[in-house]
């Protein structure tokens, strides 16, 4: 009997989640002038349309450069700070774990309107420059923790291991411990590119024109018109997000990872 | 041919000298000093947390020590990083390479140190040959059975041709069967490498079953250094005859009766063997289970109690039983019988050899 309410629950859960996108991707799919739910004629006009529209297609690309140069950078900072703060834990590094988790709790607002001080001050270009910033910070807390968990699941005798082998701490580093950090790394990765081009509020904040993304392009055009070109580019940015996640899971286990497997059991990956 | 003298130094491979160690407040090594010859299998023993894996870290250099010295092979390597000492060390958990295949955790050493890839397959070769992993060498470590994985370890720890291999606790993963088949397998490939190795241990049977001389620790202090039979027989302290196998213990006052030595205690006299010591004095007296002869009737020579059994336990290799004396509890081993003397309840009739019983020397050193 619980279990089959739970059961229920379950699906209405996923059903509430799937409901909107499913909504959006039914109306783009209209072959009419206007948004209709359901549609009346079925086609795939605004998808061609979308494609057509140079404005869109540039603010697509520039998104996915965005995403892309903040995943690689995020990485890198989330993995060497890991690093730091477990390996090498020194006075205040337990603070400094709280700290740099603040983003997850601040509204994206106030980062973005601080961030927008602090560039002005410093006479620092928001675009691409700011907002790429502005999206590392957001998405840094996640990168980190996940770091840090593949981290946790590193025996340090493995690398005390390669140690009395006589390898260097560059060798260990190289050979060691960062095949065993792929996974998590490359998860992170995968995590701060879908979050960076999901991010809306950063980036309007410090978007200037031609150097927009394709979430501020959507919400600018949403204030103008509504007609099925929106919903049709925003289940492309559903299509590349399934994308991103179908390859990494299939790379990495993303998913696997994300609710709480094993990571020892991933590293096949190496080879 | 080296020279006598020159073989005499190489046959302390090992030495370590006075060698503390203190975690914040606990002192887990103190005063170490110690001497392991060259192609022996030490093993150091003694129970949970009384700095076993310290004093084997601070070999491997893995734990600086806060005093003391260690000198390998003639030359002092305290100051010496753990990845320049050239020591093979075996983790507990193994801690194998778990993103590689047993081959590249066995070439590993060989790699960092740059041998050509002939050499590394030809070494590599070797040693699985040496540890009987044939057949496995493209498989990762969690393909492989707890043993072999042990193997692998303990494969990629002589890969280098270390100086030293050290061992902690490599059997205590295994189940008690696979633990004894490696036991043996471990011993011959230490023969056969030749490689000086102390291994680390909590098992006393281990100990015994692997070790050429064991160093027996208690509470951070190193009590007894010796060969299986020397520890068994003439244990220094009690702590070493009561670690060390079953015993028997007895103290009390000596004292001269008839010509005889003896101790009295709980107002019973005991003679003791030999050695002419003085009168009131303190001792101790080991007599171990399977010394002590058990029967229904009272046999002529002393020492003899008359008891009550209380436990009777079958071993497969004979009984053992608990019996209840005017000097207290005894425990007797009975490993040729063909059947049971006594049944609990039974009364029985305990004697030994006073020269089988042992004196233990340094009972005053521990009383006081
Ligand atoms: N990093 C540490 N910090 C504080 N105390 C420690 C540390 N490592 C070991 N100790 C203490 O030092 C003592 C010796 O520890 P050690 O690990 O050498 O014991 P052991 O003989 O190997 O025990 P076991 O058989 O349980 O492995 C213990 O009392 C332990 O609690
Ligand atoms: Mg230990």
Known sequence: ?271 | MPATLEANQDLNHLQIAGVTKTYESVRALSNVSLVVKRGEIFCLLGPSGCGKSTLLNVIGGLITPDSGSIELGGRDITAIPMQKRNVGFVFQNYALFVHMTVRDNIAFGMEVRRRSSAEISRQVEALLNLTRLHGKEERYPRQLSGGEQQRVAIARALATEPEILLLDEPFSNLDAKLRVELRSEMHRVQRESGVTTIVVTHDQEEAFALGDRIGLLDAGSLVQVGTPEELYARPQTEFAARFVGESNLFSGQTESRGGTMGIVCEGHFIPIPGKAGGVDERETLLVRPERVSISAERSASDPVFAGTVREVTYRGVGWRYAVDTAIGRLLVVDPTARSRRADVGGAVYLNWKVDDSFVLPSTAEVRM
Not at chain 1, 156 to 184: C, Q
Not at chain 1, 227 to 241: E, K, N, R, T
């Open chain 1, 1 to 271: 009997m619980r279990f089959n309410l739970l059961r229920v629950y379950s699906w209405l859960m996923a059903a509430l989640i799937v409901m909107p996108i499913a909504v959006v991707v039914t109306v783009s799919l209209t072959a009419e002038g206007s948004v209709r739910f359901p549609p009346q004629h079925w086609g795939l006009r605004w998808f061609l349309e979308a494609f057509t529209e140079r404005s869109f297609v540039q603010a697509f690309l520039f998104s996915v450069e965005a995403a892309a140069a903040v995943a690689v950078i995020a990485s890198v900072l989330g993995l060497t700070s890991a690093l730091a703060l477990v390996r090498y834990s020194f006075r205040g590094s337990k603070f400094i774990q709280g700290f740099v988790m603040a983003p997850l709790l601040l509204p994206h607002l106030v980062i973005a309107i601080g961030l927008l001080q602090l560039f002005a001050a410093l006479g620092i270009t928001t675009s691409p420059g700011g907002l790429i910033a502005g999206h590392v910070a957001v998405v840094f807390p996640f990168v980190l923790r996940l770091s840090l968990g593949g981290l946790a699941g590193i025996d340090p005798n493995v690398e005390k291991a390669a140690y009395t082998l006589g390898a260097t701490r560059l060798y260990v580093f190289r050979r060691v411990t960062l095949p065993l950090m792929a996974s998590p790394v490359l998860s992170g990765a995968v995590m701060a590119f879908l979050l960076s081009f999901d991010e809306t509020v950063i980036s309007i904040f410090t978007s200037v024109p031609g150097r927009t993304t394709l979430p501020v392009m959507i919400f600018n055009y949403a204030e103008q018109r509504s007609d099925p070109l929106i919903a049709a580019v925003s289940s492309i940015m559903v299509i590349v997000a399934i994308i991103a996640i179908a390859i990494a899971d299939r790379s990495v286990g993303l998913l696997n990872l994300l609710s709480g497997g094993q990571v020892g059991e991933l590293n096949e990956l190496n080879h």
